[in-house]
């Protein structure tokens, strides 16, 4: 004991090299072969004990005729969490390894390394016996070769608020003083670590230490006390393996503390490090990141964590725990993601959405049936809940994001934002078949929602999005309608769309004012809404039936009067000689293209586009000069200015000359 901590006190003293130290503790290590575990374990605990947290090497013996030296970097607290597995393990056994998997392949931007070598510089200059990892999903995205995010660095030895004071010195040292903020812990929204957030080259970093939880309580998965942990404490404690890997700052290496990371990662599967159900409980928001994982990485749910998965408690906890704005944000990362359907279709398997739409809630009833005064009200909500009827839901919308990865969707500036606007449209459309509209204000003595206030609540109550996002939804299921009726007024179906339009110029002129006023997300998202209900239809076998009865069931969402979807002989083709094919080999896979060559065609986007020659003052001083504007004339001057757009529209191009003509024709109606 007194030779280990001369030993020791020598270190310190004289700071050895890496070669140096390796060959001494590989000296004392040997010295007595069958005493090597005693001999480690007094090493470990002295080590600890006298504080050597900044470069401190481990020496195991594997057998009495072998012997091999493995050299790690650890801090205080790996020290500290080695001490403890030694102590419990039998001296008959060799001390278990913990292997670090070193991967140096990943490429680290100027901007990432300009980062980097400021944190080394803060260690440095106040010589801190500190190790810097970044932990999670950057290192994950950076092995995977994806765009990483916000970057988070673990501190073996001090807090990431205490850590931050340090650089907040350092800067003001070098005149570029900056400041950062704190979230504090709150363990009912399972955040059990106070986190410092601060922005270093204009990229947001969260700091936190390195931890590991106590629970006072077995049953419980709120933590008591968060202590600071060893790298292979925290990493066990986070949601799953492939999140487990670090970047050490201080080596400019990848560690696998876990041995499982690097591993699954590479076999793309989704565990937990430790017991899936309890991993879940204690943070029920990981049970949306597992769908999310699933659906953006495509990685494959391992047999115990699906059955984790599946269980009610996890579903509870998520209605119980987790915020609607956390459920929001990662609903959203899903529908944005490259493939949404897999994420729905998990997220009606696990049962998940019913804590996204609060359907155990009091709101079911308050905002979406006519409550407890109505008889119908109960099944209603049963049916809604019902995840059968949900796995209908989804498969009736499985199209839609092929057709959006087919349309102009896609060139449009923020297409993430427009796939999820047609996904939860065509969703939204679905449930809204659920809601109990007839006889309402007979029982209730209330009037029905109207769409817009059904998905203000859907999607600004339920899952927290901004009131704009929620506007574009029942904007885009508005647009829908608005085509629908269009086509039905006009004795076609959607198939025939483009070819009423060559030979019909006030038909042409009703659809480009429909798309004007709708926008060009809202008119595509429609038109995806459209093939997919001609997709639907087809599929069941409604095309060819000579009724003119639309399905009336809670899957299609069609109108009582439409014809849409029945009696199909043509399908949309732009080609002036093939605008009849035969319906049985008829997918309508392509309707949207077609309609949008279509629209090429005509020269919609051009045409819907064009703004009035004349305002309302040019109007009135045509037909009024010299003479006030009363309600009376106010009226006639927005029917003119609507005219005036079909004019132009049918008569495209025109010029303002005569668009003045075609006012002073009103001159005979104003008499």
Same mark, same amino acid.
């Given at each position: 004991?007194?030779?280990?901590?001369?030993?020791?006190?020598?270190?310190?003293?004289?700071?050895?090299?890496?070669?140096?130290?390796?060959?001494?503790?590989?000296?004392?290590?040997?010295?007595?072969?069958?005493?090597?575990?005693?001999?480690?374990?007094?090493?470990?605990?002295?080590? %600890?004990?006298?504080?050597?947290?900044?470069?401190?090497?481990?020496?195991?013996?594997?057998?009495?005729?072998?012997?091999?030296?493995?050299?790690?970097?650890?801090?205080?607290?790996?020290?500290?969490?080695?001490?403890?597995?030694?102590?419990?393990?039998?001296?008959?056994?060799?001390?278990?390894?913990?292997?670090?998997?070193?991967?140096?392949?990943?490429?680290?931007?100027?901007?990432?390394?300009?980062?980097?070598?400021?944190?080394?510089?803060?260690?440095?200059?106040?010589?801190?016996?500190?190790?810097?990892?970044?932990?999670?999903?950057?290192?994950?995205?950076?092995?995977?070769?994806?765009?990483?995010?916000?970057?988070?660095?673990?501190?073996?030895?001090?807090?990431?608020?205490?850590?931050?004071?340090?650089?907040?010195?350092?800067?003001?040292? @070098?005149?570029?003083?900056?400041?950062?903020?704190?979230?504090?812990?709150?363990?009912?929204?399972?955040?059990?670590?106070?986190?410092?957030?601060?922005?270093?080259?204009?990229?947001?970093?969260?700091f936190v230490h390195l931890r590991t939880e106590a629970y006072a309580d077995k049953r419980s998965?709120?933590?008591?006390?968060?202590?600071?942990?060893?790298?292979?404490?925290?990493?066990?404690?986070?949601?799953?393996?492939?999140?487990? @890997?670090?970047?050490?700052?201080?080596?400019?290496?990848?560690?696998?503390?876990?041995?499982?990371?690097?591993?699954?990662?590479? =076999?793309?599967?989704?565990?937990?490090?430790?017991?899936?159900?309890?991993?879940?409980?204690?943070?029920?928001?990981?049970?949306?990141?597992?769908?999310?994982?699933?659906?953006?990485?495509?990685?494959?749910?391992?047999?115990?964590?699906?059955?984790?998965?599946?269980?009610?408690?996890?579903?509870?906890?998520?209605?119980?725990?987790? =915020?609607?704005?956390?459920?929001?944000?990662?609903?959203?990362?899903?529908?944005?993601?490259?493939?949404?359907?897999?994420?729905?279709?998990?997220?009606?398997?696990?049962?998940?959405?019913?804590?996204?739409?609060?359907?155990?809630?009091?709101?079911?009833?308050? %905002?979406?049936?006519?409550?407890?005064?109505?008889?119908? =009200?109960?099944?209603?909500?049963?049916?809604?809940?019902?995840?059968?009827?949900?796995r209908k839901m989804v498969n009736s919308i499985a199209d839609v994001s092929d057709i959006v990865?087919?349309?102009?969707?896609?060139?449009?500036?923020?297409?993430?934002?427009?796939?999820?606007?047609?996904?939860?449209?065509?969703?939204?459309?679905?449930?809204?078949?659920?809601?109990?509209?007839?006889?309402?204000?007979?029982?209730?003595?209330?009037?029905?929602?109207?769409?817009?206030?059904?998905?203000?609540?859907?999607?600004?109550?339920?899952?927290?999005?901004?009131?704009?996002?929620?506007?574009?939804?029942?904007?885009?299921?508005?647009?829908?309608?608005?085509?629908?009726?269009? +086509?039905?007024?006009?004795?076609?179906?959607?198939?025939?769309?483009?070819?009423?339009?060559?030979?019909?110029?006030?038909?042409?002129?009703?659809?480009?004012m429909w798309a004007r006023d709708f926008g060009v997300q809202a008119t595509l998202s429609a038109?995806?809404?459209?093939?997919?209900?001609?997709?639907?239809?087809?599929?069941?076998?409604?095309?060819?039936?000579?009724?003119?009865?639309?399905?009336?069931?809670?899957?299609?969402?069609?109108?009582?009067?439409?014809?849409?979807?029945?009696?199909?002989?043509?399908?949309?083709?732009?080609?002036?000689?093939?605008?009849?094919?035969?319906?049985?080999?008829?997918?309508?896979?392509?309707?949207?293209?077609?309609?949008?060559?279509?629209?090429?065609? +005509?020269?919609?986007?051009?045409?819907?586009?064009?703004?009035?020659?004349?305002?309302?003052?040019?109007?009135?001083?045509?037909?009024?000069?010299?003479?006030?504007?009363?309600?009376?004339?106010?009226?006639?001057?927005?029917?003119?200015?609507?005219?005036?757009?079909?004019?132009?529209?049918?008569?495209?191009?025109?010029?303002?000359?005569?668009?003045?003509?075609?006012?002073?024709? %009103?001159?005979?109606?104003?008499?």
């Amino acid at each position: 004991m007194k030779m280990i901590h001369t030993f020791l006190l020598l270190i310190k003293k004289t700071k050895l090299t890496t070669r140096s130290l390796n060959r001494l503790l590989t000296s004392l290590t040997h010295n007595n072969t069958n005493n090597n575990n005693n001999n480690n374990n007094t090493l470990y605990q002295c080590a %600890y004990n006298f504080g050597l947290n900044d470069r401190v090497f481990f020496s195991l013996t594997q057998n009495n005729t072998t012997t091999h030296t493995q050299k790690r970097y650890l801090g205080t607290n790996a020290i500290h969490n080695l001490r403890f597995q030694s102590q419990h393990t039998q001296n008959t056994q060799p001390l278990p390894r913990t292997e670090v998997i070193v991967d140096r392949s990943i490429e680290i931007k100027p901007n990432e390394e300009k980062i980097f070598s400021f944190l080394r510089d803060v260690v440095n200059e106040y010589q801190l016996p500190s190790t810097l990892r970044v932990a999670g999903g950057w290192v994950r995205d950076k092995l995977l070769g994806k765009h990483q995010g916000d970057i988070d660095i673990v501190i073996d030895n001090m807090t990431g608020v205490q850590f931050c004071e340090y650089i907040v010195k350092y800067q003001t040292k @070098l005149g570029d003083e900056q400041s950062f903020h704190v979230i504090k812990a709150n363990a009912t929204q399972s955040k059990h670590l106070e986190t410092a957030i601060m922005s270093l080259f204009g990229t947001a970093i969260d700091f936190v230490h390195l931890r590991t939880e106590a629970y006072a309580d077995k049953r419980s998965r709120v933590p008591t006390t968060v202590q600071f942990g060893s790298p292979l404490e925290d990493a066990k404690r986070r949601d799953f393996t492939v999140n487990t @890997l670090f970047y050490n700052i201080m080596t400019k290496e990848i560690e696998d503390w876990t041995g499982m990371g690097m591993k699954d990662l590479t =076999s793309g599967v989704l565990r937990t490090p430790l017991t899936p159900l309890s991993t879940l409980i204690e943070d029920p928001l990981r049970a949306l990141r597992c769908v999310r994982f699933h659906s953006t990485l495509g990685f494959t749910i391992c047999t115990e964590l699906q059955a984790a998965l599946s269980n009610v408690q996890v579903v509870e906890a998520l209605e119980r725990v987790v =915020s609607n704005e956390r459920i929001g944000i990662e609903i959203e990362k899903m529908m944005k993601g490259p493939r949404p359907l897999d994420a729905l279709r998990k997220l009606v398997d696990f049962g998940f959405y019913i804590p996204m739409f609060k359907l155990n809630g009091p709101e079911v009833k308050i %905002y979406i049936w006519s409550g407890r005064g109505n008889p119908y =009200s109960e099944k209603q909500v049963q049916d809604l809940q019902s995840k059968e009827n949900w796995r209908k839901m989804v498969n009736s919308i499985a199209d839609v994001s092929d057709i959006v990865q087919k349309s102009k969707l896609t060139k449009l500036p923020d297409f993430p934002e427009g796939q999820l606007i047609t996904l939860l449209s065509a969703l939204a459309q679905r449930i809204e078949n659920f809601r109990f509209k007839e006889n309402l204000v007979k029982y209730t003595r209330r009037d029905p929602l109207s769409t817009e206030q059904f998905m203000q609540f859907l999607f600004k109550e339920c899952l927290k999005f901004a009131e704009r996002r929620a506007s574009k939804i029942s904007n885009t299921l508005h647009a829908y309608t608005k085509l629908q009726n269009l +086509v039905v007024a006009e004795g076609i179906e959607f198939y025939d769309l483009i070819k009423r339009m060559r030979e019909s110029p006030n038909f042409c002129a009703d659809v480009i004012m429909w798309a004007r006023d709708f926008g060009v997300q809202a008119t595509l998202s429609a038109l995806t809404l459209a093939q997919q209900d001609l997709m639907n239809s087809n599929k069941n076998g409604t095309i060819n039936n000579t009724t003119n009865n639309s399905t009336n069931n809670n899957i299609h969402n069609t109108t009582n009067n439409s014809k849409i979807n029945n009696n199909a002989n043509t399908n949309i083709n732009t080609s002036t000689d093939s605008n009849n094919l035969n319906n049985n080999s008829c997918n309508y896979s392509d309707f949207i293209v077609d309609v949008e060559r279509g629209f090429d065609e +005509v020269g919609l986007w051009d045409k819907s586009t064009q703004t009035l020659f004349l305002n309302g003052h040019d109007i009135s001083s045509l037909l009024w000069p010299g003479t006030p504007i009363d309600a009376e004339k106010g009226r006639l001057i927005r029917k003119i200015s609507t005219d005036l757009l079909r004019y132009q529209i049918i008569h495209y191009p025109s010029t303002k000359n005569d668009a003045i003509a075609f006012v002073k024709s %009103y001159e005979q109606e104003k008499k």
